[in-house]
């Protein structure tokens, strides 16, 4: 079992409805929680990050974080086709001595 | 917002040929990453440095060299490049602490011809 699971997807939705994207883990201790999205041929970048348990909402992202059912998602509300990405998920460990976990990606298709 | 670059953007390079990668940060962060990344695919951790003299491995087998002798500096080196090298190499930094995310540079492109 890998560490950080995701849906590789392609999740098409179309433009307007609510994209949901989800990610479980397997460290009970994992300890922060982090939503990156990456278009082709660039780097990641930070959308959302998340601690404690319930949801946390930025404008058209909210994260939603369940730690007793070790899960991880992001919602991403009036989907535009710029919003069309790979969105990674990233969980840090219990201990600061071990790099983040990304998980595979899952790749976001919004249709016109 | 973290400042974090790396050089060359893109490197096209002949077999055995030595590079060295670079990547500088001017945040002052403790921690700093390398991981490889071929187009549509995942991350894989490389090398990853808690702080000066501090490197380890990462996940994926490598058989590139870092270095980490001041704070602000992470270089990658390859002594002898391979096409199987090819890929492209995202540098990333990150506070010390646990919930900090990372921040990653815009990513060197190589192709070992």
């Known amino acids: 079992q890998k560490e950080v699971e995701q849906n590789s997807g392609p999740l098409s939705v179309p433009e307007g409805a609510i994209a949901s994207l989800n990610c479980t883990y397997s460290?009970?201790?994992?300890?922060?929680f982090f939503w990156y999205r990456q278009y082709s041929g660039k780097s990641p970048e930070l959308i959302m990050f998340i601690y404690s348990n319930g949801d946390k909402e930025d404008g058209r992202f909210t994260a939603q974080l369940n730690k007793a059912s070790q899960y991880v998602s992001l919602l991403i509300r009036d989907s535009q086709p710029s919003d069309s990405a790979t969105y990674l998920c990233?969980?840090?460990?219990?201990?600061?001595?071990?790099?983040?976990?990304f998980g595979s990606g899952t790749r976001l298709q919004v249709q016109p | 917002e973290a400042d974090i670059y790396q050089t060359p953007r893109y490197l096209v390079i002949g077999t055995g040929k030595k590079i060295t990668l670079e990547c500088s940060q001017t945040m002052g962060h403790d921690k700093m990453y390398w991981y490889q990344q071929d187009p549509g695919m995942e991350l894989h951790l490389i090398h990853y440095s808690y702080g000066v003299n501090s490197t380890e491995k990462g996940d994926l087998s490598s058989e590139s060299t870092v270095s980490r002798i001041r704070t602000e500096h992470f270089p990658l080196t390859l002594e002898s490049a391979r096409p199987s090298h090819t890929s492209q190499y995202l540098c990333?930094?990150?506070?010390?602490?646990?919930?900090?995310?990372?921040?990653f540079g815009n990513g060197t492109r190589l192709t070992v011809t």
């Open positions: 990233a969980v840090s460990p219990d201990t600061g001595r071990r790099a983040l976990t």
């Open positions: 990333a930094s990150q506070r010390s602490s646990t919930n900090s995310p990372l921040h």
């Open positions: 460290d009970r201790g994992s300890q922060s």
